[in-house]
């Protein structure tokens, strides 16, 4: 058999293999489906709620808001409490089912009650507009310190704007800081950022502009395209850092990627 005989024929074999090794994949695939479906039928509120999340995002399904609304429903009967805060979500905006922001309050209620914090920040959230419930501003900050002592890294952050703008709370920089710091040290993108802010203007701490691109940075690998925005301005004006235009231009457009019109604009400044 000449060389040629046998190399021609390796990639109709990696083809052929790639072919199978993918129909074996999507069989599986298809199969996990099948067996959550039956265990989920069978009682198992976590593979109902696992199920909904992936019709609610169209991972691995075609996206289907019903059927997602269907299983957070059974899950969250199955006093699943993550299922239940979903599907207050859905009645909230009115996805999936028709909207109802009264019975969206009655689920954030149920899974706070039951001790998801997320449940908790969302419940807050209706008291503090208003919304399907009598408002109550007392009532909202006390959920998201609930939240916040729970853990959960956003109640923190909304509970640090509160004191930092003082609405519905008297106005403390210092507790902002602390609360900001703490959704922070939770790897909350946005507890970063506005840490960072108080860095950077001296508000409830001595003011650090090395902290603050610090700050800024850590928020900007986490996600957040203000931070990556601000990183860059401080980056171009030297301050807290050594001047350096091409890292501004690197992070502006980082923001710009983050879908930040303001990054866009600077980027295209610095790229001309």
Do not use: W
Not at 219 to 248: H, P, W
Request: proline share 1%.
């Amino acid at each position: 058999m000449s060389l040629c005989a046998t190399a021609c024929r390796l990639p109709l074999i990696a083809s052929m293999l790639f072919l199978v090794l993918t129909f074996t994949a999507q069989d599986a695939h298809a199969q996990t489906i099948q067996d959550r479906q039956k265990r989920c039928d069978g009682g198992d509120a976590v593979e109902c709620f696992a199920l909904g999340v992936m019709y609610d995002k169209g991972e691995g399904v075609r996206q289907d808001k019903v059927k997602a609304a269907e299983l957070y429903t059974k899950a969250c009967h199955g006093d699943y409490l993550p299922a239940c805060n979903n599907l207050g979500l859905m009645y909230e905006d009115g996805n999936g089912v028709r909207q109802d922001k009264v019975k969206a309050v009655e689920l954030y209620t149920k899974a706070c009650n039951g001790g998801d914090m997320d449940g908790c920040t969302n419940l807050g959230f209706m008291y503090e507009k208003g919304d399907g419930v009598r408002l109550d501003k007392v009532k909202a900050v006390e959920l998201y310190t609930k939240a916040c002592d729970g853990g959960y890294a956003p109640g923190c952050h909304i509970l640090g704007f509160m004191y930092q703008k003082g609405e519905d709370v008297r106005l403390d920089n210092f507790k902002a800081v602390e609360l900001y710091t703490k959704s922070c040290n939770a790897g909350y993108a946005r507890g970063c950022a506005q840490l960072g802010f108080m860095y950077a203007n001296g508000k409830g701490v001595r003011q650090d502009k090395f902290k603050a691109v610090e700050l800024y940075t850590k928020a900007c690998n986490l996600g957040d395209a203000g931070s990556c925005f601000y990183t860059g301005i401080m980056y171009e004006k030297g301050e807290g850092v050594r001047q350096n235009t091409s890292r501004a231009k690197e992070l502006y457009g980082k923001a710009c990627d983050l879908r930040l019109e303001e990054g866009c604009k600077a980027f295209a400044r610095l790229n001309r």
